[in-house]
């Protein structure tokens, strides 16, 4: 069973920017931009969180409308809904992206 994924005229701006208004999530959406437009295993997330958050998570990600999970046998796979969102949303992705980056970047230079 598949979980259920918005729609993409049902993507709302304000449940995108929730979704990725907490670090832990903001982390995974960078990494999942980071590796590109194949499906992740969600069991490589866990370097962010514990698997009962990172359920949490991901489930709060998919909901938005940011990724798609994909079951296969007793794995789940994570994509991130890049097309989807900027076509709905032209440029925030990648603008958000690029900001975790940015403070990724600053965060390291100061520790």
């Given at each position: 069973?598949?979980p259920?994924?918005?729609?993409?005229?049902?993507?709302?701006?304000?449940?995108?920017?929730?979704?990725?208004?907490d670090?832990t999530?903001?982390?995974i959406?960078?990494?999942?931009?980071?590796?590109g437009?194949g499906?992740?295993?969600?069991?490589?997330?866990l370097?962010?969180?514990?698997?009962?958050?990172?359920?949490y998570?991901l489930?709060k990600l998919?909901?938005?409308?940011?990724?798609r999970?994909?079951?296969?046998?007793?794995?789940?796979?994570?994509?991130?809904?890049?097309a989807?969102?900027?076509q709905?949303?032209p440029?925030?992705l990648?603008?958000v992206?690029a900001?975790?980056s940015?403070?990724?970047?600053?965060?390291?230079?100061?520790?």
């Open positions: 069973m598949n259920q994924h918005p729609a993409v005229d049902q993507i709302s701006l304000s449940n995108v920017l929730a979704a990725l208004g670090p999530r903001l982390a959406v960078a990494e999942l931009a980071r590796k437009d499906p992740v295993s969600c069991s490589h997330f370097i962010f969180t514990s698997k009962t958050n990172l359920s998570h489930a998919r909901e938005a409308g940011v990724t999970t994909e079951v296969s046998g007793t794995s789940r796979f994570t994509t991130l809904r890049r989807d969102l900027d709905r949303f440029d925030l990648a603008s992206i900001g975790a940015t403070a990724d970047e600053s965060e390291a230079q100061t520790t």
